[in-house]
């Protein structure tokens, strides 16, 4: 009976308050409204375009290239021609006139093309908090973008230049294959000269030279012997021709004997008359006498003239031999010759075997070389034809799958819903702590100022029984705000289906427990508080670092984490994620309801304390 007086007493404080009443029900309607237009652009719309300068030292078709990326989506204001343009830009940054400047360095184009990479500077404006990270990234993708062009087209330059390698190892292919070729040809040309010359017997050379050297010395004995013979021959001619002589030079004495016979007989016939026949037979004794002498001297004449045909023949033996001689000597000296010849063709066949040996040696290691030469070959095809295949496999992909092999297309789960969508979930919540915050303290400082809290402590009434029916009956009389922010969000903006009931009460069951413990936060304010505007005032101060803590405005991922341990045990903060896994993921967390009822039990605890110790002050 007690609560439920106190609810009415206290829903009859707030009927009567016509202007609390107004605001208590327009300003969360307003709130809402405000902030659905502020934050009522779809997540898929792309963000008015920022303004960024432009310094281009470069000038170039990179540079050019960059902006272009750059300049698709933003407001792009090129002072490239303006002296000094880095630190001009540099000063339009730090005056809040660009939101963010690029400076693209001189020699930016040439350094690309020598494989640098190139340090474009930006400059941004960090005080945009909430832009200032979005430009960056945005900018960070341009030259992403630009550089996989960049690079796609570099790529493509050297594919074409893999491409004309790939014709030439077609063409070293073939040389390579008739080398191949020729090297085998060398393989069997080279076993047929191994077989041939490896055929070659030089002992049968050397024998044949050794029977020639053999019958060469047998052929100067005989010359030697014959030349011996026909110098004895000559001396045994010369000793005819002394005979010869000797005999002509008696025969000359003889017929010169003969010959004064015959002139004496011629004389003495001269002398006697033959006529006379006494001195006939003298006469025929004389003629018969001079016939002798006669015939003798004819005959001692012919002994003469064969003398001297047998002078005259033995002068032509004497010359046949001596002609002999000459060929004796002649054949002797050629036979040096010959001899001289035969050694030096011994010298040439040991040459010649020893040739034959180094050459047989050179062979095998030209046929090991050969053979080498086509395993080679075939290692060398097999590479080539590896590399083709691998030119092959490389150019075959596409250039921009090398320089960004992993592209990212981002699909929007809850589809182009706005940005105030995903916000009236810890809206309601935070309009709610911000209402039961001011109204629970506001109106326990008046009742103090009316002195109804005095007449309490007079009463004797247990000050925790007081807190909680006091709690209890701000939550009951704040409850329709509940449901009145649920129904605008609900069929305002499509928050979720009104005719889910298991839905609406896990919502409002939330956002009760929430109202319980601002509220009874709202009685330990008021208990300290000695007027109504240091009760808003201290709502404010406890309420906005709520705010901030709750990741309304700024996500748990960016706080220290220090920051985020303290934003996360605030009550604030299970309030919304019930309102978030309900609404955005229609995953009701249930568990969050463990913490609120801590809390509430917390705050009960402390708002009863805070009556105990401010008990008795004037």
């Known amino acids: 009976m007690k609560l439920l007086a106190e609810i009415s007493k206290d829903g009859k404080t707030f009927l009567r308050e016509r202007r609390t009443l107004i605001l208590l029900i327009a300003a969360p309607l307003i709130v809402l409204l405000v902030l659905a237009g502020v934050f009522g652009k779809p997540t898929a ?26 300049s698709s989506h933003s407001n792009i204001i090129d002072y490239s021609t303006h002296s000094a343009c880095a630190d001009f830009v540099r000063l339009q940054v730090s005056q809040g006139s660009l939101s963010a400047a690029i400076i693209i360095p001189k020699g930016f184009q040439r350094g690309i093309a020598a494989g640098v990479s190139q340090n474009v500077t930006v400059f941004l404006d960090n005080s945009r908090v909430q832009i200032s990270p979005s430009v960056e990234a945005f900018l960070k993708a341009a030259a992403q973008g630009t550089g996989q ?57 050397t024998s044949q030279l050794d029977a020639a050297n053999s019958t060469l010395d047998g052929s100067v004995d005989e010359l030697q012997s014959a030349q011996s013979n026909l110098t004895l021959m000559q001396e045994r001619v010369a000793a005819y021709n002394e005979e010869l002589d000797t005999t002509e030079s008696d025969l000359l004495s003889v017929r010169a004997m003969l010959q004064n016979v015959s002139d004496s007989i011629a004389i003495a016939r001269a002398g006697v008359n033959c006529s006379e026949p ?22 001692v004449d012919l002994r003469i003239s064969r003398i001297n045909a ?105 589809g182009s819903r706005t940005f105030f969508d995903f916000l009236l979930p810890s809206l309601v919540p935070l309009i709610l702590m911000f209402v039961s915050l001011f109204l629970a303290s506001t109106s326990l400082v008046r009742e103090k100022n009316a002195m109804t809290l005095e007449r309490v402590y007079v009463a004797q009434v247990p000050l925790w029984e007081y807190a909680l029916t006091k709690i209890t009956s701000y939550t009951v009389v704040l409850f329709p705000e509940v449901l009145l922010l649920l129904a605008t969000a609900s069929i305002a903006y499509g928050a979720f289906p009104l005719s889910d009931t298991n839905m609406l009460v896990f919502l409002a ?41 709750s990741g309304i405005l700024f996500p748990f991922e960016f706080m220290p984490a220090p920051i985020v341990l303290l934003g996360q045990a605030t009550p604030l903060t299970p309030a919304i994620t019930a309102m978030q896994s309900a609404i955005l993921y229609a995953t009701p967390n249930f568990f969050v309801f463990g913490t609120l009822i801590i809390y509430d039990i917390v705050l009960a605890v402390l708002a009863a304390g805070a009556l105990y110790a401010t008990k008795g002050r004037g």
């Open 149 to 205: 062009e960049i690079g796609s087209s570099f790529i493509l330059s050297v594919w074409a230049r893999l491409d004309n390698a790939s014709a030439q190892l077609d063409s070293i292919l073939m040389d390579v294959n008739a080398s191949r070729v020729k090297a085998l040809e060398i393989q069997e040309s080279i076993g047929e000269t191994h077989a041939s010359l490896s055929a070659i017997n030089f002992s049968t050379l």
């Open 278 to 299: 006494a001195s006939i037979a003298y006469c025929a004794s004389l003629s018969s006498m001079n016939g002798s002498v006669a015939s003798t001297l004819s005959e």
């Open 509 to 549: 069951s939330a956002l009760v427990l929430l109202l319980f413990a601002f509220n009874a936060l709202g009685i330990v304010i008021a208990a300290f508080s000695e007027s109504e505007a240091t009760a808003f005032l201290a709502s404010l101060v406890i309420g906005l670092p709520l705010l901030f803590l």
């Open 45 to 70: 719309e792309k963000a008015l375009p920022v303004s960024i300068g432009l310094c281009d030292q470069d000038r170039s078709e990179a540079s050019a290239l960059f902006v272009e990326a750059v």
């Open 310 to 414: 047998t002078r005259a023949s033995l002068m032509e033996i004497n010359s046949t031999m001596e002609d002999f001689k000459e060929n004796i000597a002649d054949s002797l000296s050629g036979a040096e010759g010959v001899r001289a010849r035969i050694a030096s063709m011994y010298s040439f066949a040991s040459s010649l075997e020893e040739s034959r040996e180094e050459s047989l040696r050179t062979m095998v290691e030209i046929n090991e070389s050969a053979a080498q030469l086509v395993a080679k070959s075939d290692e060398l095809e097999s590479l080539i034809l590896g590399s083709k295949a691998q030119i092959n496999e490389i150019t075959s992909r596409d250039a921009l799958s090398v320089v960004a092999p992993i592209f990212m297309s981002s699909q929007n789960i809850f």
